[in-house]
């Protein structure tokens, strides 16, 4: 008698793990077939997308750590009208060693300018070895959905959230060499997020009208992203994306150290190249500025690092 009551248990068992598996199964279904209706998921949602396609239980904690590697773009819906200023990444295409370049195309959708002008390059910030971004100075409305760029205010803003999510104390609050303000981007436009100064005690109903007369001097860059009701969101292509890439990731190749004489052979090609583009490896301030393009290009590279190599070709090229 005791051992069929054990048998009776051990099939109610059974049987209640059967439909729970069931449940779930329908349930991813479900959430499959609505996910492909949506443009965009909240994280929570995107955490439980990603858990069921790579079968494996993930946090939010891991898509703010994702997003600060550089593997998954985080977007910001907003809940209403934000202030900006348009930003455009342009090519110096003159190659002279000029401090100064030529702007042909507006800021805000790309345009061909009628009368192009040229500007200073350290007024922008740079993204690779002869790319730019700048911003213009006029001020703008804006709504919607746009990427968080991790290019200034907003990576610490994610760092803070990954943080307070993983249970730590909070991020690096020194200098990182990002631009100060926050930087959206939408396809090939970027913008600097604006704010103002708004009059205490000033009726909601009347903000509005004050921006709208408020003159571009008054407006200032925005530091941080909880001036303006959003919320963050993952857009679904975005999702679709990163899997797939984990999906058709080639197995790491095993290289062998470098010799003695290919490291030299190394260090001297770069010389050479850094010459060739007119880069003063023992300039001041060069480590700063390679150190943003790598994490403009996605490479996890120290500035300590950079001036150690920095200083062997300096070395080598005697």
Same mark, same amino acid.
């Given at each position: 008698m005791i051992r069929f009551a054990m048998e009776l248990d051990e099939f109610y068992r059974r049987i209640v793990h059967f439909v729970d598996r069931v449940l779930e199964d329908r349930n991813k279904y479900q959430m499959s077939k609505l996910f492909k209706l949506k443009k965009f998921v909240t994280l929570e949602e995107a955490k439980t997308h990603l858990s069921g396609a790579?079968?494996?239980?993930?946090?939010?904690?891991?898509?703010?750590?994702?997003?600060?590697?550089?593997?998954?773009?985080?977007?910001?819906?907003?809940?209403?009208?934000?202030?900006?200023?348009?930003?455009?990444?342009?090519?110096?295409?003159?190659?002279?060693?000029s401090p100064e370049m030529i702007i042909s195309?507006? *800021?805000?959708?790309? $345009?061909? #300018?009628?009368?192009?002008?040229? @500007?200073?390059?350290?007024? /922008?910030?740079? *993204?690779?070895?002869? $790319?730019? #971004?700048?911003?213009?100075?006029? @001020?703008?409305?804006?709504? /919607?959905?746009?990427?968080?760029?991790?290019?200034?205010?907003?990576?610490?803003?994610?760092?803070?959230?990954?943080?307070?999510?993983?249970?730590?104390?909070?991020?690096f609050d020194g200098f990182s060499g990002r631009i100060k303000a926050v930087v959206l981007k939408r396809s090939d436009s970027f913008c600097k997020l604006k704010d103002i100064h708004r009059p205490l005690g000033i009726p909601e109903q009347?903000?509005?009208?004050?921006i709208d007369?408020?003159?571009n001097n008054d407006f200032f860059d925005c530091l941080q992203m909880d001036r303006y009701p959003h919320l963050l969101v993952i857009k679904t292509e975005e999702l679709t994306r990163f899997i797939q890439s984990l999906q058709d990731e080639p197995e790491p190749l095993v290289e062998?150290?470098?010799?003695?004489?290919?490291?030299?052979?190394?260090?001297?090609?770069?010389?050479?190249?850094l010459k060739e583009l007119k880069?003063?490896?023992?300039?001041?301030?060069?480590?700063?500025?390679?150190?943003?393009?790598?994490?403009?290009?996605?490479?996890?590279?120290?500035?300590?690092?950079?001036?150690?190599?920095?200083?062997?070709?300096?070395?080598?090229?005697?």
């Open positions: 790579l079968e494996e239980q993930l946090s939010v904690a891991d898509i703010y750590r994702l997003a600060l590697d550089g593997h998954l773009t985080i977007s910001v819906s907003f809940l209403g009208i934000i202030t900006m200023s348009p930003g455009r990444i342009f090519e110096d295409t003159a190659n002279n060693g195309k507006g *800021m805000a959708v790309g $345009e061909d #300018l009628k009368e192009p002008y040229s @500007i200073i390059k350290m007024s /922008g910030f740079p *993204m690779s070895l002869r $790319e730019w #971004l700048f911003f213009g100075s006029e @001020i703008m409305y804006a709504d /919607g959905i746009w990427d968080l760029s991790m290019l200034g205010q907003e990576y610490e803003y994610i760092e803070s959230l990954y943080h307070k999510e993983a249970g730590g104390v909070g991020g009347e903000v509005a009208s004050f007369n408020a003159k062998k150290p470098l010799t003695t004489v290919e490291r030299n052979k190394l260090l001297m090609f770069t010389s050479i190249f880069i003063d490896p023992s300039c001041k301030g060069i480590t700063s500025s390679i150190s943003l393009m790598a994490d403009q290009a996605g490479v996890a590279i120290s500035e300590n690092t950079i001036r150690k190599y920095l200083n062997q070709i300096n070395d080598i090229t005697g």
